[in-house]
């Protein structure tokens, strides 16, 4: 039986502009999915189309470009981490400032500015609650490439949190400032 569907709307006929895009793209260096995803046709089409004009896809080659996307995706977790990191430092360094605070609250619709020595048990909550979120979504992400110090970084960790928590009155004690 042969193919009664090549010139219906399913499978149209391929046409030379076809056979030009997968020569141009495969010249770049493209997959055959990403060149049929390109041409609006499928991966078949475009591996009847390179066997025509006589082109393969090296696995190779593929296997090379995959290796980059993995080594640029690894470079833009660093940068995530290192981002991670230095908004947990910066929410620390506030948080162990030996200078009064500074806070404003609305009162009758309007801002009333005051400073006091400590931050209200909900703020220094919140501080401590967001280096946590910072930290442990840093280590989530550098156990993703396999550091060799994550197990030790793990640990570190922890050992920060329950001095943040600590330092917070957070530790299961009573907060004896009267606040919250």
Known sequence: ??????????HPRITDHDREQVRLLHAEGHSRNE??????????????IAAELGLDFDRARTAAATEAKMIDAKARRAAI?????????????????????????VSLGKPVKYTVDRLPAQDRKALVSSISTATSAAARLEALDGDPGVDAARSMLG???????KLAGLDGGEDDSGEG
């Not at 039986?1 to 399913?10: A, E, G, I, K, S």
């Not at 060149?35 to 009847?48: K, L, N």
């Not at 908004?87 to 404003?104: H, I, P």
Request: glycine share 8%; no cysteine; net charge negative.
């Open 159 to 165: 050992s920060l949190a329950e001095g943040l928590n």
């Open 35 to 48: 060149i049929a995803r390109r041409i609006g046709r499928g991966g078949r089409t475009v591996t009847r």
């Open 81 to 105: 981490i290192q981002g991670l990191y230095s908004v947990a430092e910066d929410e620390l360094a506030y948080l162990r400032q030996d200078d009064e605070y500074q806070l404003v609250e």
């Open 1 to 10: 039986m042969t193919n009664q569907f090549v010139d219906d709307d399913y």
